[in-house]
């Protein structure tokens, strides 16, 4: 079982300790800060004043962060600062060679992030391009040939556009590999070195990864020359944005939990985590059944399947997605208040990505994993991963809603547009004591965390409001679970 600073990267001799300032000190040009400053973005994060500055002085990163702590923007922004000198509008594709290529490992995320080097890009004559599998490659093929610089894609489809030969790499400059960790789970590394193969040598090159499992480490070694390392520094936050719950509940009756919990919170927009495929189609339908809006979302459904529950969820019409971890990989879903472990993953590192879906752009979110005496092993690997016990809900503390009150939020629902999810109360992090840091300081409970001032401003109060007079759960699941666990 590794520890948390086992998953760090090996302590650098050269971090970059750049202190915290605005966009505007990072040296970047004016056309990047208006594009930065039409995101909203006012102070870079944390890996941003970490990461910019060693990748404008040509040095090769390694980037200790998950998706979240805006990751993109910060290897992004110093790469089309590379590229704008021969930024161009002409029509020619070989005046549109492919220099900066980003391999991510699964399709939304590549999506994302191409859609975040289009963002960043727009007041230059840049062009952009994402490429992966389960869609028609047609279309992808017309592009390439017409020329992009920058290339975003998935191993396989990209070794399928070598092979097609509608793609040449022969000009890459800057090689970006993104969620390295996510890549060798997926069993993705051979066809990297398979793309490495097909690069430049000379080439400045960038890792990111949540963790550093020894694999990532090797291929870091292997890859990157005398690289910087940049991890992402906890902030003098006085709450965790995270709040992380534990239900110990019989296998049997998680179905009903879920769906109790649900509905007593009045949850508009959760994202529940199962295991295997078949397992988010059952629970998927199986809420359907039970009357709860549900998709499901994992690598056997189509990519326009995909990208269409994945839509009609950030939009609020679907309030509950069943995702796989691989599935849910590197989704940026603004302002998602509940993440939902139906099932605990067998690896702790996922129980790390599946939070950092909650918790994000500086709101608070909570993490409620529904426990199984059987999973209590997984349960244990992943608190000594994060060097803390959990909280356990106390089997008071969940309550069923009386019928007044469900009346109560149906009426409120169907009165409210969906739009309106995003506003709608937060949950108050529980009053959990903060863990204590890691070794290097680096806090895996905590995505992104702005500064206080630049939160956005609460109009709502964030403590749900309590319900009562309540049942203990209980007495609902017919016996306190508690007792059996352990
Ligand atoms: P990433 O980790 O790159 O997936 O980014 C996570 C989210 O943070 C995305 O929605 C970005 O648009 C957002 N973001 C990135 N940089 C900043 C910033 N400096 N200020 C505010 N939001 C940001």
Same mark, same amino acid.
């Given at each position: 079982?590794? %520890?948390?600073?086992?998953?760090?990267?090996?302590?650098?001799?050269?971090?970059?300790?750049?202190?915290?300032?605005?966009?505007?000190?990072?040296?970047?040009? /004016?056309?990047?800060?208006?594009?930065?400053?039409?995101?909203? !973005?006012?102070?870079?994060? =944390?890996?941003?004043?970490?990461?910019?500055?060693?990748?404008?002085?040509?040095?090769?990163?390694?980037?200790?962060?998950?998706?979240?702590?805006?990751?993109?923007?910060?290897?992004?922004?110093?790469?089309?600062?590379?590229?704008? &000198?021969?930024?161009?509008?002409?029509?020619?594709?070989?005046?549109?060679?492919?220099?900066?290529?980003?391999?991510?490992?699964?399709?939304?995320?590549?999506?994302?992030?191409?859609?975040?080097?289009?963002? !960043?890009?727009?007041?230059?004559?840049?062009? %952009?391009?994402?490429?992966?599998?389960?869609?028609?490659?047609? @279309?992808?093929?017309?592009?390439?040939?017409?020329?992009?610089?920058?290339?975003?894609?998935?191993?396989?489809?990209?070794?399928?556009?070598?092979?097609?030969?509608?793609?040449?790499?022969?000009?890459?400059?800057?090689?970006?590999?993104?969620?390295?960790?996510?890549?060798?789970?997926?069993?993705?590394?051979?066809?990297?070195?398979?793309?490495?193969?097909?690069?430049?040598?000379?080439?400045?090159?960038?890792?990111?990864?949540?963790?550093?499992?020894?694999?990532?480490?090797?291929?870091?070694?292997?890859?990157?020359?005398? &690289?910087?390392?940049?991890?992402?520094? /906890?902030?003098?936050? @006085?709450?965790?944005?995270?709040?992380?719950?534990?239900?110990?509940?019989?296998?049997?009756?998680?179905?009903?939990?879920?769906? *109790?919990?649900?509905?007593?919170?009045?949850?508009?927009?959760?994202?529940?985590?199962?295991?295997?495929?078949?397992?988010?189609?059952?629970?998927?339908?199986?809420?359907?059944?039970?009357?709860?809006?549900?998709?499901?979302?994992?690598?056997?459904?189509?990519?326009?399947?995909?990208?269409?529950?994945?839509?009609?969820?950030?939009?609020?019409?679907?309030?509950?997605?069943?995702?796989?971890?691989?599935?849910?990989?590197?989704?940026?879903?603004?302002?998602? &208040?509940?993440?939902?472990?139906?099932?605990?993953?067998?690896?702790?590192?996922?129980?790390?990505?599946?939070?950092?879906?909650?918790?994000?752009?500086?709101?608070?979110?909570?993490?409620?994993?529904?426990?199984?005496?059987?999973?209590?092993?997984?349960?244990?690997?992943?608190?000594?991963?994060?060097?803390?016990?959990?909280?356990?809900?106390?089997?008071?503390?969940?309550?069923?809603?009386?019928?007044?009150?469900?009346?109560?939020?149906?009426?409120?629902?169907?009165?409210?547009?969906?739009?309106?999810?995003? *506003?709608?109360?937060?949950?108050?992090?529980?009053?959990?004591?903060?863990?204590?840091?890691?070794? %290097?300081?680096?806090? !895996?409970?905590? =995505? !992104?965390? @702005?500064?206080?001032?630049?939160? =956005?401003?609460?109009?709502?109060?964030?403590?749900? @409001?309590?319900?009562? /007079?309540?049942?203990?759960?209980?007495?609902?699941?017919?016996?306190?679970?508690?007792?059996?666990?352990?």
């Amino acid at each position: 079982m590794s %520890s948390t600073s086992d998953l760090l990267p090996p302590a650098s001799s050269e971090t970059s300790g750049a202190a915290k300032t605005g966009f505007d000190a990072l040296g970047l040009l /004016p056309e990047l800060l208006r594009a930065v400053a039409d995101e909203g !973005y006012t102070e870079p994060t =944390p890996i941003q004043v970490k990461a910019i500055p060693p990748i404008l002085q040509r040095r090769d990163v390694m980037g200790c962060a998950q998706t979240g702590t805006g990751k993109t923007a910060g290897f992004a922004l110093p790469l089309l600062q590379f590229l704008a &000198p021969q930024a161009n509008t002409s029509l020619s594709p070989a005046r549109h060679p492919v220099r900066v290529l980003v391999l991510t490992p699964t399709r939304e995320l590549a999506a994302q992030v191409e859609e975040s080097f289009r963002a !960043y890009s727009k007041h230059l004559p840049l062009r %952009s391009a994402v490429v992966f599998g389960g869609v028609d490659i047609g @279309p992808q093929m017309k592009q390439l040939h017409a020329g992009v610089e920058i290339l975003v894609a998935t191993p396989g489809r990209l070794l399928d556009h070598l092979h097609q030969k509608s793609v040449n790499l022969s000009r890459v400059e800057f090689l970006v590999l993104d969620e390295a960790d996510r890549m060798l789970d997926m069993g993705f590394i051979p066809d990297i070195k398979r793309i490495l193969a097909a690069l430049p040598a000379k080439r400045q090159n960038l890792l990111f990864s949540a963790t550093f499992p020894e694999e990532v480490r090797r291929l870091a070694k292997d890859l990157l020359h005398a &690289p910087v390392t940049v991890e992402v520094a /906890p902030r003098n936050a @006085p709450a965790e944005l995270v709040s992380h719950q534990v239900h110990l509940v019989d296998l049997t009756r998680k179905r009903a939990l879920l769906c *109790h919990l649900i509905r007593s919170r009045d949850m508009r927009q959760v994202l529940v985590f199962v295991r295997m495929k078949r397992d988010a189609n059952r629970l998927a339908r199986q809420l359907k059944q039970d009357g709860i809006v549900a998709k499901e979302i994992h690598s056997d459904r189509t990519q326009v399947e995909r990208m269409q529950a994945l839509e009609e969820f950030k939009q609020g019409k679907v309030p509950v997605l069943v995702a796989t971890d691989i599935a849910a990989r590197g989704l940026d879903i603004e302002q998602l &208040p509940f993440v939902i472990n139906y099932e605990l993953p067998h690896t702790p590192e996922d129980y790390v990505h599946r939070i950092g879906r909650t918790g994000r752009a500086g709101l608070p979110g909570e993490a409620i994993s529904l426990v199984s005496p059987e999973e209590m092993k997984f349960l244990d690997d992943i608190e000594r991963l994060l060097k803390r016990k959990l909280p356990r809900a106390a089997a008071a503390d969940v309550k069923p809603e009386s019928r007044h009150a469900q009346r109560g939020r149906e009426a409120k629902r169907d009165h409210k547009p969906a739009r309106h999810h995003a *506003h709608a109360p937060r949950p108050q992090p529980a009053a959990a004591p903060s863990p204590p840091p890691s070794p %290097s300081g680096f806090d !895996y409970s905590k =995505p !992104y965390e @702005p500064a206080p001032s630049q939160r =956005p401003a609460q109009s709502e109060p964030l403590a749900a @409001p309590r319900r009562g /007079p309540h049942r203990p759960t209980a007495a609902l699941l017919g016996g306190d679970p508690a007792k059996r666990h352990k």
